[in-house]
């Protein structure tokens, strides 16, 4: 098998997987309980916020562990905003922060949406007249998960400072996570969305960095775990799981994105021998390594799709989160200009550090058999 | 390693996860974790395994596979159950009742709402944390659009009247929310019969995994989502699917209500014989809850004249582990929400021990709660001069 799926979801280490059932069978005590088995799940617990910490550069203190990425965007965005504030973000978001911000409109609240360039890039210049005194909030993904840009997160941020001392920046990093590096310091933004499972961690886990001062007004109210920020018993195998896969991707990670890179220029060298082929996610700086979107002309990605898939080579059209229903199409690839032609025959390939060179060999081999004869049958 | 004695009487906290639960999720890290939202065969494979949880969690509780929406936990369910509804039925009225012994994530969300406009009765319960169907029938009026109460306390295991209440609020046409949290898996549920619309659950009060929950969503309740994103459960429940979670809640919940009649059979008497040795050689000591309504697995006492804290920690130096209140509540000085509505004055509450067995507790594990337990609690007493004052 040849899994390229890697930005839908990945596979779990195996001591991930190890961690986990460890804390399920050993560990299982609730973090807040006064007895042993509760304070050796709070030890647990605590070190796992400091190994995703490091990964990020924070504060052990800053890490709110949530259900997952989805869960920290609708908190980090209901939880920075009140009534009547002016919000920004982009028209290639995530479905969790578009259709938020989708529905905060319908609730009153002005949303400016920021177009793209044929790279994915926001217009910064757009950005700079949108913010008012009024804008709260301007949340934009570092890295996107259809065509791999990567947001110019630090001149936003300076940008929205320089314009609005008040307005808040959040930043759905779970694409950027063990795609580019990450360091919340050095970006000086005020909230990031993590997610396990697009770092060999656990699903239904994640993370929201709350830059330290930051007063976020909570979303799931109740037993006042997380430093009173997310309420609910901590999923303590999941959040140690995560705090394995964090700690694990750190070791070496220049190495892991130098592969990476390397697992994307070699495809893309072999790609370019064939005829018929776009590539929306150029190997340059502004496009993550591990995202290889790909038009293939007179093709139907659904088809190339079920066609990779007898090889058992497994890739996406469009983001797995929206591929089932028509109501959600794609909106990111029309987004940065691609017409219908170069929309319906789109693949993205999305590596991982433990993909190998002649997976890509591999997939290139099946692309050749394929190719001619579903454009033959179009034709 | 110490090879003391290790008893676990805090399954109302959590419950380890069953080895047959575990074994069922393990192939969904290693071999089957694709995305259960991609289209490719990988991804559907996963996606067959969530609705085979669903059934299995739909027929533990009379429900329909498409009632059942999967949740981060207890909390996100009580969370959502109770503001979507309160949001989407905002026309209808804004008006919500509720009990004072509800669990926080019940509590700490209607006092939200208070801030937002809507109106909460909160209603007081007996001596042994019953609510009254009559003092229900008087909150209501033409704007209450939700009754939430919860099925089981988590402190004292006192059952309400669910039926009766679920029947109420279908003749007046107003939503009912139970938090189910400590039912599901000791008690026999039928939402349906019970007249139930909307019931939370959490799998790791019944040997299930943590961080997986789910709400049940009658056919027809106007619900607003929660989280907000991709089309997840059917559109009203963004976020990738935490598929061995499910697929862990799913055997979990087979597996208990598979053999529930039975456990409930053996953890009784097991509680009972334990209550019953703490009355009759602990002087000065109450039980906490309604002496039958009450969940199998739920001895919840007060003893007069000590610190409930300290109580704990000599336990748990005994390899004991038990629970002052809740372990929600469990780091805080104030005495529980719960205990003080049913009349207990704070010095009482203070002195609060609440020991939950679970499938592992055997008769040897209550005799020897109850050897060492009148022993602690005189140690601790003699350092009490309120005590030497009374015994005086």
């Known amino acids: ?238 959040i140690s799981g995560f705090g394995v896969a964090a700690e694990l991707l750190g070791e070496d990670l220049e190495a892991k994105l130098a592969h990476v890179k390397a697992l994307k220029l070699y495809f893309i060298t072999m790609l370019q021998a064939l005829d018929g082929v776009l590539i929306n996610s150029p190997a340059d700086d502004v496009h993550a390594d591990a995202i290889l979107n790909v038009s293939f002309e007179d093709v139907k990605g659904e088809v190339l799709l079920r066609a990779l898939e007898d090889y058992e080579i497994y890739v996406s059209t469009g983001s797995a989160c929206s591929a089932r229903k028509a109501a959600h199409r794609n909106y990111v690839l029309p987004a940065i200009g691609l017409k219908e032609r170069h929309i319906e025959g789109a693949i993205r390939f999305s590596f991982s550090h433990l993909n190998k060179l002649d997976e890509v060999e591999k997939a290139m081999a099946a692309l050749y058999k394929i190719l001619p004869v579903l454009r033959r049958v179009k034709k | 390693m110490s090879t003391a004695k290790r008893i676990y009487m805090d399954h109302a906290a959590t419950t380890y996860t069953h080895r047959e639960v575990l074994q069922e999720m393990l192939p969904f890290f290693t071999d089957y974790y694709g995305n259960p939202s991609s289209i490719h065969q990988f991804g559907r494979e996963v996606k067959k395994n969530i609705d085979i949880a669903r059934e299995r969690v739909a027929k533990a509780i009379g429900a329909l596979p498409e009632e059942i929406y999967f949740t981060a936990g207890g909390s996100e369910a009580d969370n959502w159950a109770i503001k979507g509804s309160a949001y989407a039925n905002r026309k209808k009225g804004n008006h919500i009742i509720t009990s004072v012994i509800e669990h926080h994530a019940v509590l700490h969300t209607c006092e939200y709402l208070e801030k937002e406009g809507f109106e909460v009765t909160y209603l007081p319960v007996d001596r042994f944390g019953m609510v009254s169907v009559e003092d229900v029938r008087n909150a209501i009026t033409d704007k209450t659009i939700l009754i939430t109460l919860m099925y089981a306390n988590n402190e004292i295991g006192t059952i309400q009247p669910i039926e009766e209440i679920g029947r109420l609020a279908k003749e007046k046409g107003i939503y009912f929310h139970t938090d189910a949290v400590q039912a599901v898996g000791s008690v026999k549920i039928d939402v349906k019969q019970q007249n139930i619309d909307m019931l939370s659950l959490s799998a790791h009060k019944f040997y299930g995994p943590k961080g997986i929950g789910a709400l049940y969503v009658r056919k027809g309740v106007k ?153 602690i609690v005189d140690k601790l007493r003699q350092m009490s001069p309120l005590y030497e004052k009374v015994k005086g």
């Open chain 2, 223 to 375: 619900l607003i989502s929660f989280l907000h994103g991709g089309a997840q459960e059917r559109g009203r429940r963004a976020g990738t699917e935490n598929v061995p979670g499910i697929v862990g809640l799913g055997k979990a919940i087979e597996l208990a209500s598979g053999k529930l009649d039975e456990s409930v059979a053996r953890i009784t008497g097991l509680r009972d014989k334990l209550v019953q040795g703490v009355m009759e050689n602990i002087p000065y000591t109450r039980l906490n809850g309604h002496p039958e309504k009450r969940l199998a697995n739920n001895a919840s006492f007060c003893f007069e004249y000590i610190e409930g804290e300290s109580l704990l920690l000599n336990l748990d130096l005994k390899g004991v582990a038990g629970s002052s209140g809740s372990a929600c509540t469990s780091g805080s000085l104030d005495p529980s929400h719960v205990l003080l509505a049913i009349g207990l004055p704070h010095e009482i509450a203070h002195g609060s021990l609440r020991l939950s067995l679970g499938e592992i507790n055997t008769e040897a594990d209550v005799d020897y709660v109850l050897q060492i337990l009148p022993e």
């Open chain 1, 1 to 238: 098998m040849i899994y390229f799926d890697n930005s839908a979801t990945t596979k779990p280490r195996s001591q991930v997987v190890h961690e986990v059932t460890e804390c399920m069978e050993k560990c299982f005590g609730n973090p807040s309980s006064a007895h042993r088995l509760g304070m050796d799940a709070e030890k647990k617990l605590k070190m796992a916020r400091e190994r995703v910490a490091r990964l990020i550069n924070a504060k052990p203190g800053e890490l709110v562990f949530t259900s997952g990425g989805s869960e920290a965007n609708n908190m980090a965005i209901l939880g920075a905003i009140d009534k009547g504030q002016h919000l920004i973000t982009s028209r290639i978001e995530h479905p969790s922060v578009l259709r938020l911000f989708e529905k905060l409109e319908k609730d009153g609240f002005p949303v400016t949406y920021l177009d793209v360039d044929r790279s994915g890039l926001v217009n910064l210049e757009q950005l700079a007249a949108a913010i008012q005194e009024n804008t709260r909030l301007v949340s934009v993904m570092h890295v996107n998960n259809e065509i791999g840009t990567i947001q110019p997160v630090p001149k936003i941020i300076q940008l929205v400072r320089e314009k609005n001392r008040k307005a808040k920046v959040h930043v759905d990093g779970v694409q950027a996570l063990g795609k580019v590096a990450v360091d919340v310091k050095k970006l000086d933004v005020d909230l990031m969305s993590l997610s396990a499972h697009k770092i060999h961690g656990p699903k239904g886990v994640g993370a929201l960095y709350v830059k330290n001062g930051f007063n976020l007004k909570p979303l799931m109210i109740g037993g006042g775990q997380e430093a009173d920020l997310r309420s609910g018993t901590e999923n303590l195998p999941g």
